[in-house]
């Protein structure tokens, strides 16, 4: 089984990081394709950034079309997942989408934890028709530059972070973000519940998914698009757009 | 990998038919042990078997605790799923809530369609938080005995309510109860959309969860009971209500 | 009328106290007969214990089925509430059930405080429907065993979290758990909103729906159930499936 | 105890119909006192008619404050409920708040028929919060006065419409409007599920609420107003208001 | 185009301040005519005054039907809102109301700051359907009049509640009541993001309706009253009510 | 004021309809400049598509950010709404957002008509927070084609679709896409409520925005992009994204 774990920011750092957590995460017999678009942002942190880093990340993908078995979108706010559901034929999941999904396997009610900003995750948990079962966000006020400075500072504020959404409610806890991945056997050692990596859990829904076998649909709005023309686009990306 | 496929009725065909199709959809590696309760209704079809059948599973999962690395609830309104979570320290699945989490990574509303009434699994589908994106519920009014004495019939009401659910919005379509779960890939050819088995999503998601190797949370409503004390209980299902 | 009062535990103290709670608030010509299961748990505080207790509790109710003319559930879980509605011709009424709506009915949002955890109280609210109207929920880190050796160190804190929860919008507070039924009226004069004791609440609207004298429904989920099999259950609970 | 049966239309011939609804269903002891506004709309079935006849029910119920134990509101749309209930130093119940309340207790969710319009219906059900447990509303195109001409006639159609909110999973039916009380027992013998008056529920709920014998908060957004000076108003109700 | 803005409680001063916060935000063209009911409260702080004022303002607005193009409410809580927009044949807005849309147009979620409680505005909003759009609200203990005596004491505070509000989440803050208006552009220096005055949303709405020409709807519950017949109003509401 | 209306698709012609319809709407002093992606799909029809012109759609407005008062998106989909508006200094709006949020203010629920899937429209109300406003979504089986070779009989469709969101209790509804437009004014005069078009609301939205005269947020995730890197992107949009 061949699964993309497709980065949406151009960095190939943090590609080999994902995909260094996914192969530790496959199943023997699963090979993981790392891809890393050509353009677009470099790091995405805002929404803008978000919404541009779509086009390059679908180009990206429009290549491997029909060359993979599943692809796991290696973006924590899930980019483009909906799209990219529609375009591939093969099944397609969001590293974040995936953690939670799994969290919510575990018990009651999930947290989420990251760096910066919780509120694009809130509404992507919204739109993922999660927020009954979220306790609680929280975003502490450092990057992951600081993680790479000083790590263990990090991991203190994040112990933190991680016991204040346990006390609001939280039965499994989602790390969000990338720059988190590494640290999570560190951080579960301290936690009362389960930590989750969307990059484990989401090369493990893959796995399923296509085990699986199931057909792409062909009614409704994630059927394969057909007969749609393009403006400037990647031959790749305008051919599977046009279908046939 | 040892997993458990309990049924909660007393009817040992539906485990065996659940077992088979567990056995169809285990990776290799997989062992899957059958077992069912030795008291309790023989089919569950109401709202007070349910809540019945739950002291005779808890009872049958008490005896395999610690002797499996997973359960997968072969119970069609996921009887039992929270109680049976918290109890056992290993990951537990309900095969209803399976399919209807992997249904939502397949598209953006699923529906869901079975032999009887459906208020309890829109109930189910609420408390697991996933009201949201369900886009419709169909019951037919016939039951697995009609599926055994005129499986063709059954299965042409079957397509109409599958064919219901996807004009109603529905990316993807749970089988509802063990009963579908041999008519799958008969359905599954006149479908435009996904069709969802309970009993081979729960048996992935189980080795998903088994694989990622997640601690039991020590925090919470789902940490272990500890101290409890029961009168005229199984022993099994007293000692780990006792803990130690 | 004949009300029974049906405790979830084995504790027959607990029935007791239940029962004197109830005959207190009974209008002249209500019986009160109180109930304690032949077996499950001692005390129910885990979601393993609630979903046990479902049996025994079932099986005391088909002992009376019949011969009284309402049923409290003196468990304030209100543990297998929906399913004791559908097999009992009689009106059946969960204690926190009914001080949430009683609640209902004197503003706008309602809050609850507890001994212990708030997780479960939380759920049942969603589940009966209540969320929207939900203030806020606190448990106090104290036992009912702390209020049996200190009543006032309990009360105390019992009174900092009804004032918590009216300070977050709570226009009355139902009292959650049979441990406090006795503290009400210490607790009532220092609280600015009516406090709710789910017993008397439930014992006045059983008398309500009894006087109703409103038919069972013969369509739904919540219809009597009729020629269901079972297997090692207690002759009266396997007659009352059975039906007819 | 003294209940008031407020009207909140100009037309005594209702508040006579309800007050005769209100004595069947009084428990003995309870007096039932009917009241109509001085002023105001003939009939409430529009918007504008139900704000506008807020102050003349509000008005009438100052007259009374302090002289009655109870409040119905006998009028379907539980018109200046929030309002009333904030006002009076006794407790005040609506009717359809009433009815849908105590269907909440007989099953999962509920139905709603009438004769007219069902859109403020909805609005008044999911600010009650119970928008969750609301499976269908149905108004049938007659009115009262065809009920007067031809009960028969409308009593199929309701029948009809009854039928209709249970097929699409209502396990009680609240009756809408004043108009239908006396058609209650008629439509009983053929529905499928219990029907559920709002005047008979309402005068139940009071005895339970006055039994009760719960305190007037003083703290929040239903304490008694206080000081709050007025133009032109009726001096009981400028009274009132101004507290003291 | 000449816009109604119409108090709803009976101070004149406060008309007086809306009005020429109407104007300062109103178009070269667009005319202001202020308008104070002649009886009701003298100010609206509680649930009863808000339904008690509903009768004075809609006397009002009949005096002016048909003689202007808009009417904007000039009251935090949107009194009548409803009635008033199906009663008369023009465009009817509220400020809060105005306020909340315009917020959303800004950002994700917005927040609400106050003098006094937030309850009504939290249940207002709800109605409004803009629940999940909130992300905080925050009364502070102070009051119009501490407003008019210390004006900078008041600012304070309420800077610190918007502060602590745009914390929460909000992206856009709503300054609710009327009392608040002339603090806006003091306010506004020290907050993070945009605050929104209804007096200045309502006329730009209004100036927006008015410009798109849309009819009245003949349908629904919102159409215009027709052959209502009342008791004791006064003869231009009576009017409007029996329309024609 | 300068308003661009910006087409998210690449077909000239849909624009110059889309800034005729602007024209006719904007009031003297507005100008309408018109704008078309270069690079993107012809027409977007799916997930994908609507995903890719995000980047076309944001660098199209990086050229003309600083230079105008107000953005509208002339997309039926509100494509990379939330991005546009952090990234640019001016408000951006929406045309269906435009019409959804018009409508709230016309009545009670709004109703949504178009030609072809409504799953998107549905998606995008529920994340602008009216789900709760929305009666009813109806798509026709027919395309903007179609409506150019034979816009009566497209009409006639649409004035029954209309009709039916109307009986399930719309009180104003929206017309979605473009290219419903220009049949705006015929297809009210058979419509019992009023129709809205997206772009003359958004126009009008806008002008009210502007002349607000409201700060850009600088707290919270519509903050303006500061020193945001990216890789092969134009000119104008990286220089926005890098801030400064």
Same mark, same amino acid.
């Given at each position: 089984?061949?699964?993309?774990?497709?980065?949406?920011?151009?960095t190939?750092?943090?590609?080999?990081?994902?995909? %260094?957590?996914?192969?530790a995460?496959?199943?023997?017999?699963?090979?993981?394709?790392?891809?890393?678009?050509?353009?677009?942002?470099?790091?995405?942190?805002?929404?803008? *950034?978000? %919404?541009?880093?779509?086009?390059?990340?679908?180009?990206?993908?429009?290549?491997?079309?029909?060359?993979?078995?599943?692809?796991?979108?290696?973006?924590?706010?899930?980019?483009?997942? *909906?799209?990219?559901?529609?375009?591939?034929?093969?099944?397609?999941?969001?590293?974040?989408?995936?953690?939670?999904?799994?969290?919510?396997?575990?018990?009651?009610?999930?947290?989420?934890?990251?760096?910066?900003?919780?509120?694009?995750?809130?509404?992507?948990? %919204?739109?993922?028709?999660? %927020?009954?079962?979220?306790?609680?966000?929280?975003?502490?006020?450092?990057?992951?530059?600081?993680?790479?400075?000083?790590?263990?500072?990090?991991?203190?504020?994040?112990?933190?972070?991680?016991?204040?959404?346990?006390?609001?409610?939280?039965?499994a806890?989602?790390?969000?973000?990338?720059?988190?991945?590494?640290?999570?056997?560190?951080?579960?050692?301290?936690?009362a519940?389960?930590?989750?990596?969307?990059?484990?859990?989401?090369?493990?829904?893959? *796995?399923m998914?296509?085990?699986?076998?199931?057909?792409?649909?062909?009614?409704?709005?994630?059927?394969?698009?057909r007969?749609?023309?393009?403006?400037?686009?990647?031959?790749?990306?305008?051919?599977?757009?046009?279908?046939?």
């Open positions: 089984m061949r699964l993309l774990v497709a980065n949406a920011n151009t190939e750092a943090i590609t080999e990081l994902c995909a %260094a957590s996914a192969r995460a496959a199943a023997p017999g699963t090979e993981i394709i790392p891809a890393t678009p050509r353009f677009g942002p470099v790091v995405i942190a805002t929404r803008a *950034e978000g %919404a541009i880093a779509a086009h390059g990340l679908l180009s990206l993908l429009a290549e491997h079309a029909g060359r993979v078995d599943g692809v796991l979108l290696a973006v924590s706010h899930d980019t483009a997942l *909906e799209a990219a559901r529609q375009l591939l034929p093969c099944p397609v999941v969001g590293m974040t989408e995936a953690a939670c999904f799994a969290a919510c396997l575990l018990g009651g009610r999930f947290g989420l934890v990251t760096m910066g900003s919780v509120d694009v995750y809130r509404e992507r948990i %919204a739109q993922h028709g999660l %927020a009954g079962r979220l306790a609680a966000l929280r975003g502490i006020a450092l990057t992951p530059q600081d993680a790479v400075r000083d790590p263990e500072a990090v991991a203190l504020e994040m112990d933190a972070a991680i016991a204040a959404v346990v006390a609001e409610g939280a039965d806890v989602v790390l969000g973000g990338a720059a988190l991945a590494g640290m999570g056997p560190r951080l579960q050692r301290h936690a519940v389960p930590l989750l990596d969307g990059i484990a859990c989401g090369v493990k829904l893959l *796995e998914l296509v085990a699986l076998g199931l057909p792409k649909p062909v009614a409704g709005s994630y059927a394969a698009p007969g749609r023309e393009t403006l400037g686009l990647d031959p790749a990306l305008a051919a599977l757009l046009r279908g046939g």
